[in-house]
């Protein structure tokens, strides 16, 4: 890939909220609690699934791997939008802007396909519980975790490679507050339509094959369930999964609209704040969503708490 097809040595100019400059102040106070707020809240459950035994199990050890993902794709570009939210330089460099791409769509391919492993975790320890630790033995898991990390990655050196071969004849003004797909595409001087296909075809497989091992893993676990004559068992259950539904809708919500619609029907302004809930509001909230209704984790936060104050 040669720099001057990206359009000049220095890059590319992020335009993101400048049109708006009252909006860009407000952005940067809230992005920037909403970051403190996910570095926080994923490093929580790194700690805590480390410390206690109790949370050295198959799901805590997948649930890990997510809050490290969401670390990884939110600092990817929040930091660098906070610093294009308070100053006037708004450029990124061709080989950051590549980087960026690579690493967004790397790390997003690899959290659709660590949710739908993670349902299948739900589904072996709700359907088959006397053959759980057959089924998820900790070499499997860990296999399973790689699996999902080079898939995604694999993917996004498809995409990332077929996007920066476009030529864009000297565009460089980028719509959008980080190195995305489609406003990428926009500067194209060429036809791309046989590369939004196959964009297109890719990111369809990346996340309608996690999609259907959700929904066979949920079928099969709501019937698992429903059976369960403990009502007691049946809330666990529930909000166990409850959680990890939770987080695939809202992931799964805004990666669709991002990336699986016609091209003619983007909206830039639209496309921007689909793109913030999904690189800062989803991993900001998914530790929450799955510490406050779980006692294990708040068990676990106690524990380390008091021993913490007890060691002083």
């Known amino acids: 890939m040669d720099p001057k097809n990206g359009s000049s040595l220095t890059g590319f100019i992020l335009l993101g909220f400048s049109d708006r400059p009252q909006l860009e102040r407000v952005l940067f106070v809230v992005l920037l609690i909403f970051y403190l707020l996910t570095l926080l809240g994923n490093t929580t459950i790194i700690a805590l699934s480390r410390l206690d035994p109790q949370l050295q199990t198959p799901m805590y050890f997948f649930l890990s791997h997510l809050s490290f993902l969401d670390l990884c794709y939110t600092t990817s570009t929040v930091p ?6 308070r100053g006037a330089d708004k450029s990124i460099s ?3 802007c590549v980087a960026q791409l690579f690493v967004a769509l790397g790390l997003g391919g690899t959290e659709c396909i660590l949710l739908g492993v993670m349902a299948f975790d739900r589904y072996a320890a709700i359907c088959r519980p ?32 077929l996007i920066f071969l476009v030529p864009l004849c000297g565009r460089n003004k980028i719509h959008h507050f980080f190195c995305e797909v489609t406003p990428l595409l926009k500067l194209a001087c060429v036809d791309t339509t046989g590369n939004e296909n196959e964009i297109f075809f890719a990111s369809v497989i990346i996340l309608l094959i996690p999609v259907a091992l959700i929904t066979f893993s949920y079928g099969r676990i709501v019937r698992a369930v429903l059976r369960v004559k403990s009502a007691t068992g049946q809330r666990k259950a529930f909000g166990t999964c409850g959680s990890h539904l939770t987080v695939v809708s809202l992931f ?10 016609p091209s003619n029907n983007y909206s830039q302004d639209q496309g921007k704040f689909i793109s913030l809930f999904y690189t800062i509001v989803t991993p900001m909230a998914n530790p929450f969503i799955y510490t406050l209704r779980n006692k294990d984790v708040m068990g676990a936060m106690r524990k380390v708490l008091c021993r913490d104050y007890d060691s002083r």
């Open 80 to 85: 660098q939008l906070l610093v294009h939210l």
């Open 94 to 96: 061709f080989a950051g």
């Open 130 to 161: 006397l053959h759980y630790t057959v089924f998820m033995h900790p070499r499997l898991c860990a296999l399973m975790a790689s699996a999902s990390w080079f898939i995604g990655f694999a993917n996004s050196s498809l995409q990332t490679v």
């Open 252 to 261: 799964y919500g805004s990666a669709i609209y991002a990336y699986v619609q």
